[in-house]
C-alpha cells in the first residue's frame, strides 16, 4: 500500500498506518470514525454482505480502525447480517494495542431500538469482552443481560445517538469506530456526529439494488476535508475528517 496524497511516498509500514489513522490525542468527547467499502458505482454489498468488496489492504485498514478505537459501534441489521462475534486479536495485533496504552481489546457496542437480537448468536457466545447494547427505556433485555452483555438505555421510543455515543465516552470509550450500516451512518450524519469517514473504493461495477453507504431521512449536506489517499491493486483508501474551516 502507498499513499499518494498529500505526500507521494514508498510502501507504506505498519508504524506509518498508525500515524495516519491514529485518533486524536487527549479526546474529551466522543470522536467518530466511520469505516465503509464501497464500489466504484456506490454498491455497500454483494450478495448481502460486504466481503464481496474487500480485498487484503482494506481488510489490513478495517482491522488497524479496530485497533485503534476504544468500541467498535455497529447497527443491529449489520451484526445480524455480518453475522458479528466479538473482537479477535492475535498476540502481534494485541501487542500493537498495548504498544499504543490500549486494553486488550475493544468491545462491540450495538445499536437496536428493540434489542431484537440473538442471545445464542456469536454476538455474545464468541467473545472475550462482553458486547454492549444500546437500546431504548422499553425494550426488553432481561434475556440478552442474562448472556452477559452490558445494556446502556438511550432514548425512550427510539435511540438518541448523541445521548449513547455521550454514555460511551463518560464510561472512556472515546475513539468510536462505526462500522454501519447504512442507516446508523445516516442518523449520525444527520446529527453532525461523524468526525472522520474512512472509505475503500473497490474497483468494480456492481449495479443491482444495493444500498449507498449512508441512508434515511435528507440530512444538511455536511462538509469534509480530503486528509489522505491511498491506493492498493486498483483499491483506493480515502480518509476524510471534518472541515474545520
Known amino acids: 500500500m502507498r499513499i499518494v496524497w498529500p505526500l507521494a ?12 489513522y ?3 490525542e487527549h ?3 466522543p470522536w467518530v470514525q466511520v469505516n465503509f467499502v464501497a464500489s466504484a458505482d456506490g454498491a455497500v454489498e454483494v450478495d448481502a454482505t460486504s466481503a464481496g468488496l474487500s480485498h487484503a489492504a482494506d481488510r489490513q485498514v478495517f482491522l488497524l480502525g479496530r485497533d485503534l478505537a ?4 455497529v447497527g443491529a441489521g449489520t451484526a445480524r447480517a455480518e453475522d458479528y462475534r466479538g473482537v479477535v486479536a492475535g498476540p502481534k495485533r494485541l501487542e500493537r494495542r498495548r ?7 475493544p468491545p462491540i457496542a450495538v445499536v437496536t431500538r428493540t434489542a431484537d437480537l440473538d442471545p445464542a448468536s456469536r454476538l455474545f457466545t464468541e467473545t472475550v469482552v462482553p458486547p454492549i447494547v444500546v437500546t431504548t427505556e422499553t425494550a426488553p433485555t432481561g434475556a440478552l443481560e442474562a448472556a452477559g452483555a452490558e445494556i446502556l438505555r438511550a432514548g425512550d ?7 449513547a455515543l455521550d454514555l460511551l465516552a463518560a464510561r472512556g470509550l472515546r475513539r468510536i469506530a462505526c462500522e454501519g450500516g447504512p442507516r446508523l451512518f445516516g442518523r449520525l450524519v444527520a446529527d453532525d456526529l461523524v468526525d472522520q469517514l474512512c472509505l475503500t473504493v ?7 439494488p444495493a444500498a449507498r453507504i449512508a441512508a434515511g431521512p435528507v440530512a444538511v449536506p455536511r462538509r469534509l476535508a480530503l486528509a489522505s489517499i491511498l491506493v492498493e491493486d486498483g483499491f ?3 480518509r476524510y475528517r471534518r472541515d474545520a474551516g
Open 70 to 73: 476504544d468500541v467498535i459501534l
Open 27 to 29: 479526546l474529551e468527547r
Open 236 to 238: 483506493t483508501f480515502l
Open 99 to 105: 504498544r499504543l496504552g490500549f486494553g486488550n481489546v
Open 157 to 163: 421510543d427510539d435511540v438518541d445517538v448523541r445521548r
Open 22 to 24: 491514529a485518533y486524536p
Open 202 to 208: 473497490a474497483p468494480l461495477l456492481v449495479a443491482g
Open 9 to 20: 511516498t514508498g510502501e507504506l509500514t505498519g508504524v506509518d498506518l498508525e500515524e495516519i
